[in-house]
């Protein structure tokens, strides 16, 4: 456990791995009160499956008497340099007068959440970041829907989503009452929070053309006019056999190229037929590339881009967003990424986060709300 605050600073974290919901929250809050003797306006929770939320909650409300609390259910955490598989991570913070507004939703319709949206942008203007979580009771296609009709062309959205999962309850918890659907809070401007997503995918081989595509279904069915599935054959060729039996096109997204820039579309699946069951955005005539992580080149292309954060805005917080397809790449290496990130803003900088199955972002250079996996999304937070 440790903790990480300044005089005067408006953030405090602390991390426990205690087993007990009790324990857990007493040692995070006598490190956080010893450093961060201040009221408590907004404090921030992540938790993996092993704790009880309402526990959670009932011993912040005797210790750190949050103003606003939400706590959010994760398989994996992120505090400071490494992923935390089993504990409580909580970020506390000063607001001032800078404005929080938080909602949660449990209708699965494209309206409510757009009408939910609409009302936040109207208490909130303008706001610096949207930070949202999302169950599997939600289906992801109606929130972006309605954050395409409530935001248009332009909004600093990150919402992280999951799939079902028999081990996993996705239990969202806002102040007092457990929620189950799309839980989100919107800050507004005063931290100076930025933002940067972290790839390392690089293209392979010649681009390729989605040439029959069904959108209901999510499903690729032909590349260059033939069965989707030979795109793999052909670039892997002796070892096409074991990708299919171990099924490893988790390693292999596909990047469609916009302003410069790749988005990854995330293969889920091979069916019968040869058809490819996709997580993106697709359309027929679209041209993409098979990707692949470049784990040499990654240290070195977030050393440049954390120097360049530090150099402009000295971030004293860091919520980390990462995949778990990425954890299933990188494996332990995504600890050297974090502690990467971690090193280079400095020892005054605090670091939490959490891993989700997909996030849901707007893509600057499509100008479109996306869905994908694989990649590491960092938001940045300074002092007021």
Known sequence: MAVSEEKKEQFAIACSERTSEEDAIKEISLAIKTAFPRTVDFALVFFTPHYKPLLIQKALKLTLKPVTLIAIEAPLLIYEYKTIEHGIVVACMDLGKIKLATTALNEDKVESIEVALRKTRQE?????????????????????????????????????????????????????????????????????????????????????????????????????????????????????????????????????????????????????????????????????????????LLGETILDLMAAVKEKLAPKLVIIVSSLVRKQILKQKTDRE??????????????????????????????????????LHVTFWGNK
Request: aromatic letters at 14%.
């Open 124 to 296: 909130i203007r303008p706001f610096d970041l949207l930070l949202g979580f999302l169950s599997p009771k939600i289906n992801y296609d109606h929130c972006i829907g309605g954050l395409k009709f409530a935001f248009g062309k332009t909004a600093r959205v990150l919402t992280a989503g999951y799939e079902e999962n028999p081990d996993v309850h996705y239990q969202h918890l806002l102040n007092d009452r457990i929620e189950n659907g799309y839980l989100y809070f919107a800050i507004s401007a005063g931290f100076n929070i930025h933002y940067e997503k972290i790839s390392g995918f690089l293209p392979l081989g010649m681009p390729f053309t989605f040439t029959k595509v069904d959108r209901e279904r999510n499903l690729i069915l032909e590349i260059d006019h033939k069965p989707a599935v030979e795109i793999y054959r052909k670039y892997l060729e002796d070892k096409f056999e074991i990708f299919l039996k171990k099924k490893l096109c988790y390693l292999y997204p596909f990047g469609i190229k916009s302003a410069g820039q790749y988005r990854l579309v995330s293969i889920e699946d091979i069916l019968e037929g040869d058809s490819l069951k996709y997580l993106g955005h697709v359309e027929e005539g679209f041209q993409a590339r098979l990707m692949m992580i470049n784990e040499d």
């Open 338 to 375: 974090i502690g990467i990130i971690k090193k280079v803003i400095g020892k005054d900088s605090n670091v939490i986060g959490f891993y989700s199955d997909y996030q849901i972002i707007f893509d600057e250079a499509s100008k479109e709300f996306i869905i994908e996996k694989g990649d």
